[in-house]
């Protein structure tokens, strides 16, 4: 079935740089998400990367995607305490379902 | 601010019974999607309208239901509430199916917190 896995946790240090896991099992999925939810807030749309693409980078976040694995990453360079969210990994099916499936969400917690 | 309007913001029930979550999404947008957010599940879909028509159903309980109007707002309805049932509750919006890149635009939520 349709599911989307993340680690729960990640703990830095502010200056270094946060790496954010995420696999996935739909292979029609379109694009592919990360969603920022800061406390007491709905989630706001990070980046994306279309299916079709390997990497892509946005200032400080660089995501990648390994399509054979379906694996997605999301890396903060120079994470600041103001990072400090929920991250969660989305799959999107904008061709068939048009179905959002979402991760259960990284807590990001950057430490000064 | 998302556009994505919800209420109400909090709402404190006893269990049995009934409450209506309502939201109105982006101008423009005619897509709704209503999620669910409990500690332990992360994000879970339970719904989606477009256009006034339900589209994808993802796992919604029987005790649960919504509907688009033809304003394009849209209620949730949990009847036969249970302790578990206390969550976050989220509406989001998207512009028409198909077009762009499918981002979804998320209202601040509504906190269920069943006695």
């Known amino acids: 079935g349709e599911d989307v896995e993340q680690s729960l946790f990640l703990s830095v240090r502010e200056g270094d740089s946060s790496v954010i896991n995420c696999t996935y099992t739909?292979?029609?999925?379109?694009?592919l998400y990360w969603y920022k939810q800061e406390p007491g807030a709905g989630l706001q749309l990070l980046t994306y990367?279309?299916?079709?693409?390997d990497m892509k980078q946005d200032q400080r976040l660089t995501v990648l995607l390994n399509k054979k694995d379906k694996h997605l990453s999301l890396r903060i360079a120079d994470t600041q305490t103001g990072d400090s969210a929920i991250y969660f990994c989305?799959?999107?099916?904008?061709?068939?379902?048009?179905?959002?499936?979402f991760g259960t969400g990284t807590r990001l917690k950057v430490l000064a | 601010d998302s556009g994505v309007t919800q209420t109400p913001k909090h709402l404190i029930t006893a269990t049995g019974q009934r409450v209506t979550l309502r939201c109105s999404p982006r101008?423009?947008?005619?897509?709704v999607y209503w999620y669910q957010q409990s500690l332990d599940q992360g994000l879970q879909f339970l719904i989606q309208?477009?256009?006034?028509?339900?589209?994808a159903k993802g796992n919604i309980l029987e005790r649960f239901s919504a509907q688009q109007f033809p304003d394009l707002h849209s209620e949730l309805n949990l009847s036969s509430l249970e302790l578990g049932d206390s969550a976050l509750y989220f509406c989001?919006?998207?512009?028409?199916?198909?077009?762009?890149?499918?981002?979804?635009?998320f209202g601040e939520g509504s906190r269920l917190t069943v006695l």
């Open positions: 989001a919006s998207s512009v028409e199916q198909g077009v762009g890149t499918g981002e979804l635009f």
């Open positions: 739909d292979s029609s999925s379109t694009y």
């Open positions: 990367i279309f299916s079709n693409m």
């Open positions: 989305a799959e999107g099916d904008l061709s068939g379902t048009y179905k959002y499936i």
């Open positions: 101008s423009g947008d005619l897509s």
């Open positions: 309208y477009y256009n006034g028509e339900e589209r």
